[in-house]
């Protein structure tokens, strides 16, 4: 039974990373580039939330709402300004300049926000599933956080595939100068792929801080680092890649916390990570080249 | 390019887990600037007053002068002033009962704005006002600094609240606090004699000094008292937000009570959790779990019930405390904490300690320091912080744990 629990566990923490993932996969798929900032857009996600939320009483859904239009414009904001600049640099240069921006916004929010630990109320109200006589208890939160996770993951393939934009991505991920030379306008596409990633990073941030409650300007950093892993371990630029790479990561860490050791969970985690990359070094599902975005 | 991705998104990794590391430990330094800036005015026209005093007393050779040093400015300027109260308290309380064996004390607090460097500038300037025995430092990276210098001297050192072990690894020097270590045994101590549970599960931060040395001297001391382990579970500063398995694997293996030895930001998320798979076990902390109930929006009903370890509770109802906290609010305007309970004791535990030798203020501080230190050991004082308070020569304390529980979200102490 206690078997069970632990792989509901590894769902509902998986189900976290992958939606981090999905953000950081898509910007690579597309823009060619690490965005290491996007752990910090969640966590600015998440304190637009709480504020709206705690200090002005909005109801949940609007402050969670305004918190997506604001990550959106932010998204936007740090592309112009910290990467756009960079269009035609060497990708370590942009690599390194997305580092400066997740000091930046986690500076930023130890100045604004203060340094000291919040508690973040949980927005889903939905009622959790009781399973097998209250042995099993699978939380609202996790149902949500994998539902939505689904949704979006598949409003996002049918957007690349289907929408006029979405095909314009799709261009400019394979070639940028092609894509230019056939009238995409790769500026505006980059862009919009940015606003959709940081979209998605303040509703990863929401359903991250319902499922682990605190937040401080770090709260970002570390999921953020084992998302990305996660998309590397699904193959990078895969949109399904991210979902099936983030839940197994989460399955992976629990199982190995219960049953090996509890200290050891990350280096498990991460042997497997080598393990499978030596096997198949574009991860899980990177070979379909086609699928990726 | 691929190779140089993963080097470099390794070293984002582990610089942003020093930087995770490097912001636990500021927990500790949060005071109120308004309230500081109005002591300090007050403290410094006292201290003026004090150093006159202190003149008088080195020249006619009639009175102890007892020295403290803390941070009264700056970060830390709450645990200062709050020591440099409480010692006061306590001198004006002996002061008024006819002294240390009919000799009056002076106390002469400095600042040392929680900084190694300065804390030893006021060490010195101490010794020129006539110092000869020393009550400090308030925290531990000035004491260490500090603790130095008095071994050279040989001066007689107390620190009401330094608890790292380095502080005392000079002969001359003692606690009054436990060392972050003998907590683990402190908690195991507690949770035996108040017989709290007999099956035990622990969570700790296994990257973090602090979490794991409470840890292993809570394991060690438990085995001794007869409390089984049922549960050890570790997390690290790189997962530190999942907590199912840990509560899932305490609660499987039937745990009563669940010690959590860190810092307060992780423990509400064990709580939060706790709460959201039904499991309601005792859960205990250490003095990092003092600070839970003033994070912002945290729903204090999930810590209803959660014993912490600390030396001092102002609701107490023994007459010790009752009349010291009145002596505090009457004088302070301000409910003591557990650092004006300290250095209290401090005051109390010298005063003992010199009766029992019989020194006499016109001795040189080097035949104080040696006769105080040498009658530590044998001495058995009560104090707020705790009753028959004992000492081995190392300088660590030993005393009766206490602990608090919170209730009706706000600390209170255990009946």
Known sequence: MNFWVYLINGIS???VYAIIALGYTMVYGIAKMLNFAHGDVIMIGCYIVFLTMTRYGLHPVLSVLLSILFCTLLGITIEKIAYKPLRRALPLAVLITAIGVSYFLQNMALLVFGADTKSFS????????????GALKISGTTIVTVVACIIIMALLLLFINKTKAGQAMLAVSEDKDAAQLMGVNVNATISLTFAIGSGLAAIAGVLFCSAYPTLTPYTGSMPGIKAFTAAVFGG??????????????????????????????????FAVLIVVLLVKPTGILGKKMHEKV | MRKCNKFISAVVASAMVLAMAGCGGSNETAPSQAAQSSQQEAQSSQAADNSGAANDGAATGGQFVIGGIGPMTGGAALYGLAAMHGAEIAVKEINANGGINGVQIVFLPEDDQHDAEKSVNAYNSLKDQGMQILMGCVTTTPCVAVADKTAVDGMFQITPSASSTDVIENDNVFQVCFTDPNQGVASAQYIADKKLATKIGIIYDSSDVYSSGIEATFVKQAETLGLEIVADEAFTADSKTDFSTQLQKCQSAGAELVFLPFYYTEASIVLTQANG???????????????ILGVENFDTKLAEGVYLLTPFAADATDAATVSFVKAYQDTYNETPIQFAADAYDAIYIIKAAIEQTGVTPDQSVEEIG?????VMPTLSVDGLTGAGMTWDASGAVSKAPMAVIIKDGAYASVQ
């Open chain 2, 370 to 374: 040696n006769a105080l230190k040498g």
């Open chain 2, 277 to 291: 798979m039904g499991y309601a076990p005792i859960f205990f902390g250490v003095d990092g779990m003092d600070g």
């Open chain 1, 13 to 15: 923490l998986g189900s």
């Open chain 1, 122 to 133: 949980n927005v889903i109200t939905v009622p959790g599933i009781t399973l097998a006589d």
């Open chain 1, 236 to 269: 990078i630029g895969s949109i399904p890649g991210a979902f099936i790479g983030g839940i197994l990561l989460g399955i992976i860490e629990i199982l190995g916390r219960a049953y090996i050791s509890s200290q050891l969970s990350d280096a498990i985690v």
